[in-house]
């Protein structure tokens, strides 16, 4: 049962990632907009969408998991630095604790790993 539901919590702290990633893609030109109106370079834009697609999918198969882990973990404490620092907005104070959060979570899994329903436990065998 640990196991099933290390796959789920997986799966929920990766799908807003993933969605993300997808949704940056369909409203490309936008999310530069957006990025730039932030000091941040469109530039950057393709490797925040690789990390938001592929780091959730080794997570949620559980392949490299720690790696994205602590990738995942880096890139939310960065955006909730660049993108929500407006303390005075509750909104934006929200933003950051979630993204500080959910930075905590993929810290669990950097030092954790996956559990038995993964790829990486599966190879360790």
Request: one cysteine or more; proline letters at 2%; a neutral charge.
């Amino acid at each position: 049962m640990i196991n099933l539901v290390d796959l789920i919590g997986r799966i929920f702290i990766s799908a807003l990632f993933l969605l993300n990633g997808i949704f940056k893609i369909s409203n490309y030109e936008g999310t530069i907009g957006w990025m730039e109106s932030f000091g941040v370079p469109g530039m950057f834009l393709v490797p925040a969408i690789i990390l938001e697609i592929a780091g959730p999918v080794l997570i949620i198969i559980g392949y490299k998991t720690r790696l994205a882990a602590g990738l995942l973990s880096l890139f939310c404490i960065a955006t909730a630095f660049i993108f929500h620092n407006d303390f005075a907005d509750q909104m934006q104070f929200t933003s950051f604790l979630k993204n500080i959060a959910l930075a905590g979570g993929f810290l669990i899994l950097f030092v954790n790993g996956a559990k038995g329903i993964s790829l990486d436990n599966k190879f360790i065998k």
